[in-house]
């Protein structure tokens, strides 16, 4: 999330009149010539002045750590044609030689200025949004590789990339900026683009980002803690998410219903929803429309049935590991499904396809498959409790030799999950090795203690639990990099080594610094340093 600040734009986009936007949202002009006449004209807008083009609409708004408005002079000798801003905002640019637009909550309005500007764009695509605390990039990526098997030329927007056609940049959010997706729309328009797969995080609905989209199929994962720094309880956090299941913002939905929260989803969504059952319902639990049934090892996945409650019946296959990975793979096909695709176009595309065999980067990701003298090692995002146990749990099950996992948490972020997500980690793996996440702000040690106190903690009590009790290694071992050498280095011929939290990211926030941090590139490095055995028995290096 700390790439630089870029962004996909459309090369053409028809000009719009300042007057004409004053008077569609009743905005007032507080500064500079009054937009009368033809006046001046907009193309596009801008919520940062680092990235402001001529011609833009700059929109200054008010954050936690600034407020746009100090940037508009900026964006003004960028080339803003006009600005618009909140009464805070209007004292605070002064005389600017553009028209100053007053909105009482410029945030409330951006995406719908955004989208009149560049002709509502999302609704010249279909559209798949996915929420959730987990699985959101999994199924995103799984629901593009399908409309691709399906032919479209599809679009992508999410945590590891945004993509329109040939153009493609690494993500700085999870789901871009209000303006920054407008645009990416419109470019998406230029490009030919038919279908778009996105993550739509809790961030962007309470922040209304995604405000002025109104997605065909939006989807639902599963909620779990995350994020409680900036929604405060588990509440709002759903409360949050519940917003993608009505009418603003999508059209239909399909909420996987394994557990509570999904039900819940599924009662409060004011959208007509479909439901899915990817697990053995619980004793009692409501039926599902859509159930997942027949899960069975395949090749590096699962293969899987997916059956309607109306006869419809398909099976199909994933080649990401674990049952999440079911879970995520069945929700990208029944709202691909529930998108108005047939079935049998569907099943054709995907026997073509070899399933659902989306390559996520940084998600189950296979560094190493083993097998040659060296341990498998494995990268993935998880960076939450449920995520580090189901991770654990989808590789303990393949593992003949011991389960290491490195791992760390983010600083400045929900404080709450540390001791957690180290006892999950004691509970899931033989060898727990703690070291750093993203530390922003935070001392990497003091975000360290709270993980290790409570994988240390778990040990105890597995040390001591009577017949069950598992002896658990736990380590603490700083730098990141230094951490998983060192693992990748002693780990024996049958092990695992999860290296969990970081997936696709390459660059660690230190202390405000960018340090160039790849997982996978340190794994392999390690890899490479250790001999190993090929097939026919010789050694190599
Ligand atoms: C809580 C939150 O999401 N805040 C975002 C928000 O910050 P903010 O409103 O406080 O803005 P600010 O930094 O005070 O700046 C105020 C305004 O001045 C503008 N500005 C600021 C500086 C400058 O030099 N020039 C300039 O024009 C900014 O663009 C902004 O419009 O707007 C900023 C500008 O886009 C974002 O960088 C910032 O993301 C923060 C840093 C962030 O990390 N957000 C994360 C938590 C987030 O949104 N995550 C979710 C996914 C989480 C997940 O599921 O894992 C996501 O969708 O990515
Ligand atoms: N359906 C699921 N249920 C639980 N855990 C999952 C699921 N899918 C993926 N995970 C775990 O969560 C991690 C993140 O997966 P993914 O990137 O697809 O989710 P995400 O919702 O996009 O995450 P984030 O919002 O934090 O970027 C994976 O690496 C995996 O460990």
Redesign the pocket.
Known sequence: MTSPLERIRPADNAPRRVRDLAHTFDLRIAAGPAPDGEGPTVTSVASDNRVVEDGDLFVALPGARAHGAAFAADAVARGARAVLTDAAGADLVGGLGVPVLVAADPRLIIGHVAAWVYGSPAEHLTTFAVT????????AYQIDHLLRALGFTSGLV??VEMRSGDRVLPSRL?TPEAADLQALLAAMREDGVRTLAM?V?SHALALHRVDGVRYGVAGF??LSQ?HLDFHGDLQSYFAAKALLFTPEHARRGVVVVDDAWGERMAEVATIPVATLRTTPTRDGGPAADWVVTDVAPHGTGSAFTVTHTDGRTLRTSTTLPGG??V??AALALVMVLEGGAHLEDVADALDAAGGLAAV?P???EVVSAGGDGRPRVVV????NT???E??LGALRATTPGRLTVVFGATGDRDTGKRPAMGAAAVAGADVVVVTDDDPHGEDPAAVRAQVLAGARAAAAAAAHAGGQARVVEVREVAPRADAIRTVVAHAGAQDTVLV?GR?HETVQDVAGVDVQLDDRVEARAALAARPGITTEGTTTA
Do not use: I, P, Q
């Open positions: 959730g605390t987990n699985g959101k990039t999994t199924t999410g945590t999870t993550e995080s994962t599963n995350d999440f990975n879970a995520n996520v940084g998600r189950m993935d995002f998880a960076h449920e995520a580090l189901l991770a969990a997936g």
